[in-house]
């Protein structure tokens, strides 16, 4: 049984509490006031621990975008395409996709505590970065979502990213590859597609940018940046560190990105 049939089931042995229990309990109906408990300082976590993390990245994960579409003071219907396109890429089951659709109205809603989920998913994913900079670029995808990043959008993800431990130079390279991307992957009117070369490949300035390397570094660094990158993206791992099963394709999806722009690269250097 995976961690979503074990949550609704009432079979968790490490019941969440906090702020996130209370998202996903008044989605279920489940009282989960068995309190925090800390993870072990470890490596890798046990299949409990696992299944702890994937609930609150769940959770966390879509109320957080709710919080983010209506940063600018409404939600667009781009912005709700964009967690229905997210609902639709996890291939959710029906009860799943109701529970992120509450989870979704909950984060926007004027008494949703933001600071509160967001300290409890980090110490949920106990740091894990990998994990950060995935929740961080699904929140970033989805303010991309109109195409533009709004400056209300932009302080409250800076925000987001200081309760995580993100440093402002790291948002603004997760910022700027998720714009690039953003053109990658064929939706417009994103400013990533302004430079794009003909027949609508993605240009060498948007691969460079993907990479998060300067267009004069050596082959060893780009190399270098390409498996690094393909590392932190690889959905077997970011499972293995509490990424729900069901967001493997997106982690699938960044990886082809990243593996187009490391082609482009190559190809122009040849």
Known sequence: MNWWGKLVGGAFGFMLGGPIGALLGAVLGHNFDKGLKSIPDEP???????????????????????????????????????????????????????????LFNQGKSTDFDLDAVVRQFRQE???????????????????????????????????????LGVSELDYR????????????????????????SAGGAPSLADAYAVLGVAPDASDADVKRA??????????????????????????????HEIRQAYERVRESRR
């Open 173 to 196: 390279r997760l910022e700027r590859r998720v714009r690039v991307e953003h053109g990658f992957a064929g939706q417009g009117g994103s400013r990533g597609t302004r430079d794009r």
């Open 44 to 102: 890798g976590l046990g299949a409990g621990d696992r299944e702890r993390v994937q609930a609150a990245f769940f959770a966390a994960t879509f109320a957080v975008l709710g919080r983010v579409a209506k940063a600018d003071g409404h939600v667009s219907p781009e912005e709700i395409r964009m967690a229905e396109a997210v609902m639709d890429e996890m291939s959710l089951s029906a009860d799943m996709r109701r529970a992120a659709i509450d």
């Open 226 to 255: 390409y498996r690094r990158l393909l590392s932190q993206h690889h959905p077997d791992k970011l499972v293995s560190k509490g990424l729900p099963e069901e967001m493997m394709k997106m982690a699938s999806q960044k990886t």
């Open 125 to 163: 994913c106990h740091g894990r970065t990998t994990l950060i900079a995935m929740f961080i670029e699904i929140q970033l995808q989805a303010a991309y979502a109109d195409g533009r990043l709004d400056e209300a959008e932009d302080r409250l993800l800076r925000q987001v990213c200081d309760l």
